[in-house]
C-alpha cells in the first residue's frame, strides 16, 4: 500500500493502477506456485506413501487407476494450504511485516540443517535422530516465533512464560536477552541439534542406514599412533609381499591397482611407502586378520628394517608363517565346499569368501576384493538382469532380517539359490549360497509326475468302468438266455410226456384186461419200458 500511495499522492493514477496489476499478478503468481509446490510434496512424500502401504497390506490389484486419487489429494492440500494461510493472514497481528514473515520462514526451513549437515559428518546419524531433531526444533520455533506472531504483546503467555514461569517467556526463554528472530533460532537449533545427538545414540542404525553412511562418511579408522612417529625406508614392494601372504598374491595386486585408480597414483615397488599406502596396507590387512593383528604385523616390519632389531625380525617371521598358515588352511577349507560362503563387515563390505561364491553368481575379478560393498554386488546384478532392478534394497533386507531360508532365481543363468545368514559378533553377517537348482528341478518332475498318474488313473477308471458295464450287459443277456432255455425245456418236457403217460395209461387197462397171459406180460413189459423212458 506504501508503493500504491506514492503515485497517487503525486496524481498518477496510471502508474498506480500499474503498480497494482503488476503486484497483483505477481502476489497471484507466488500463491499459485507455492500451493501447487506444497501439494506435490505432500501427495507424493506423505499422503500417497500411506495409501500405498495400506493397499499393499489389503493385497488391491495393482492395476487401479490412482490418477484421480492423486489429483484429489493435490487438490486438497491446496485447498487446505490456503485455508491455514487465510487463518495466519486473520491471527496474525498487524504489525507483523511480509520481510520478518520470510525471516520467519527461513527460521522454519533451517530445522533441516542439524539432520542434513550431521547425516553428512556423522556416520552415527540416524532416521530417528533426524526425526525428533526436526519435531522438537519445529515446537520450539512455535514457541519462539509463530506464537508471538500471532499473539499480542500484552498476552499473559508472552510476558509471564509458559504456567507463569518467567524462565519460559518465549522471547526471553531461561533468561536469554536478544532480538526475537536470533533468539528463536538460536534455542530452536539448539534443541534440534541435541535430540538429533541423543535419538540417533538412542538405537544403532540400521543395514541401510549405515550403506548411506558409509557412501557419505567412508570409515577411515586412522593408521595407528605409531605410525606417525617413524620414517621408515620401507617399500611398496615391502608391503605387498607382507600383505601377500593374507590375502593372495593376486588378491593384493588387484586391491593396490583399485587403490592406484582411486587416488589417481602410481605407486613404483621400490619407492618409499607414503602415509596413504601405509593407511591403506593397515586397513586391508585389517580385513583379513583384525585391527589389532594388522597393527602388530606392520610394527613389526617397521622394525625389521632396524638393524638393532633381530628379534623383531624372527617374531615377525614367525607370526606371519603361524597366521598365513592358519588363514590358508581357512581359506582351503572354505573353497572345498559346494555351498557359496561370503562375510560382510558392519558397513556390509566384503572381508572374506570362497570361490563357490563367485562360480555361483558368476561374478568378474573385481567383485572378488576386500572392501567390496553388498550394494554394489548387488547393482552388478541387477545390471546384468538376474535380479530385478527395485528388489535391491528388498534383497538387502531379507539378508540383514536372519529369517528362514529363502530362495532366488538368477535369471541369465537360470540357476536357482538358497540364501541363509546369521549375524556376526561385530555387526557384520555371514552368508551362505546352495545351488538348489537340481532339487528344484526334481521337485517340479515329481510334480509332473503325480499329475500325470492322476490323469493315468483317471483313465484307467474310466475305462474299467466301461468293461464293468459291458459285463453286466452280458451277463443280463446270458440270463436272458438261460431263462428262454428253461421255458423251452419244460414246454418241450410237457409234449414228450404227455403220450407217455397216455402210453402208460392204455399199458395198465391192458394188463388189467389181459391177465396173466402172453398179452399181458408183454404189457408189463412195454409199462417197464415206458418207466425207463421217464426216468
Not at 536469554?176 to 534443541?191: K, M
Not at 483313465?459 to 450287459?473: D, P
Request: overall charge neutral.
Amino acid at each position: 500500500l506504501y508503493v500504491l500511495s506514492l503515485p497517487l499522492f503525486s496524481g498518477h493514477d496510471v502508474l498506480a493502477m500499474a503498480a497494482f496489476i503488476g503486484g497483483l499478478s505477481a502476489a497471484t503468481a507466488m500463491v499459485i506456485v507455492e500451493s501447487v509446490a506444497l501439494s506435490i510434496m505432500i501427495s507424493n512424500d506423505l499422503v500417497i506413501p500411506l495409501f500405498v502401504r495400506r493397499l499393499l497390506k489389503t493385497s488391491t490389484s495393482e492395476t487401479e487407476d490412482w490418477s484421480t486419487l492423486i489429483l484429489n489429494v493435490r487438490r486438497g492440500a491446496i485447498f487446505i494450504l490456503l485455508f491455514i494461510a487465510f487463518l495466519y493472514y486473520r491471527e496474525s497481528t498487524n504489525s507483523a511485516r511480509l520481510s520478518s514473515i520470510g525471516l520467519m520462514s527461513f527460521a522454519a526451513i533451517a530445522q533441516f540443517a542439524p539432520a542434513l549437515i550431521g547425516g553428512l559428518i556423522w556416520r552415527g546419524a540416524n532416521g530417528r535422530g533426524a526425526a525428533l531433531g526436526m519435531v522438537a526444533g519445529i515446537l520450539v520455533w512455535g514457541y519462539t516465533l509463530l506464537l508471538p506472531s500471532l499473539a499480542a504483546a500484552d498476552t499473559g503467555i508472552i510476558v509471564h512464560g509458559l504456567f507463569g514461569f518467567e524462565a519460559l517467556r518465549p522471547q526471553a526463554l531461561f533468561g536469554t536477552v536478544a532480538e526475537p528472530l536470533n533468539h528463536g533460532v538460536l534455542w530452536s537449533l539448539s534443541i534440534n541439534a541435541v535430540f538429533f545427538v541423543l535419538g540417533s545414540l538412542s538405537r544403532a542404525s540400521v543395514p541401510l542406514e549405515r550403506i548411506q553412511a558409509s557412501i557419505f562418511v567412508p570409515r577411515d579408522a586412522g593408521p595407528m599412533p605409531s605410525l606417525r612417529r617413524f620414517r621408515t625406508a620401507i617399500t611398496v614392494n615391502d608391503l605387498k609381499d607382507t600383505i601377500g601372504r593374507y590375502l593372495g598374491v593376486e588378491r593384493t595386486e588387484r586391491s593396490f591397482q583399485s587403490f592406484e585408480k582411486t587416488n589417481g597414483t602410481s605407486l613404483h615397488g621400490n619407492e618409499q611407502a607414503s602415509m596413504d599406502v601405509i593407511r591403506f596396507s593397515e586397513q586391508l590387512l585389517a580385513s583379513a586378520v583384525g585391527s589389532s593383528s594388522a597393527r602388530l604385523i606392520l610394527s613389526l616390519l617397521f622394525r625389521r628394517h632396524d638393524r638393532e632389531s633381530r628379534d623383531a625380525f624372527r617374531l615377525l617371521d614367525d607370526a606371519t608363517e603361524a597366521l598365513q598358515h592358519n588363514r590358508d588352511l581357512l581359506q582351503i577349507a572354505l573353497d572345498q565346499m559346494e555351498q557359496g560362503i561370503t562375510v560382510f563387515d558392519r558397513d556390509f563390505r566384503l572381508i572374506c569368501w570362497n570361490r563357490q561364491y563367485r562360480a555361483l553368481f558368476d561374478l568378474p575379478d573385481e567383485m572378488g576384493q576386500v572392501g567390496v560393498s553388498l550394494d554394489r554386488i548387488l547393482r552388478h546384478l541387477a545390471e546384468r538382469g538376474d535380479i530385478p532392478a527395485d528388489q535391491r534394497v528388498a534383497m538387502l533386507n531379507r539378508l540383514t532380517s536372519f529369517v528362514s531360508p529363502w530362495q532366488m532365481e538368477l535369471k541369465t543363468s537360470g540357476r536357482i539359490l538358497e540364501l541363509r545368514s546369521n549375524p556376526m559378533p561385530d555387526g557384520g553377517i555371514v552368508a551362505t549360497y546352495a545351488d538348489i537348482s537340481g532339487r528344484v528341478e526334481q521337485d517340479l518332475a515329481l510334480k509332473r509326475a503325480n499329475e500325470s498318474l492322476e490323469q493315468r488313473v483317471k483313465t484307467r477308471t474310466i475305462e474299467l468302468t466301461r468293461v464293468n458295464e459291458e459285463l453286466a450287459q452280458a451277463q443280463m443277456l446270458a440270463e436272458e438266455a438261460n431263462l428262454g432255455k428253461t421255458r423251452f425245456l419244460a414246454a418241450a418236457g410237457h409234449d414228450i410226456l404227455q403220450p407217455l403217460n397216455a402210453a402208460r395209461l392204455y399199458c395198465s387197462s391192458l394188463i388189467e384186461k389181459a391177465g396173466k397171459g402172453p398179452a399181458g406180460k408183454a404189457a408189463v413189459n412195454i409199462e417197464s419200458s415206458l418207466e425207463s423212458v421217464e426216468t
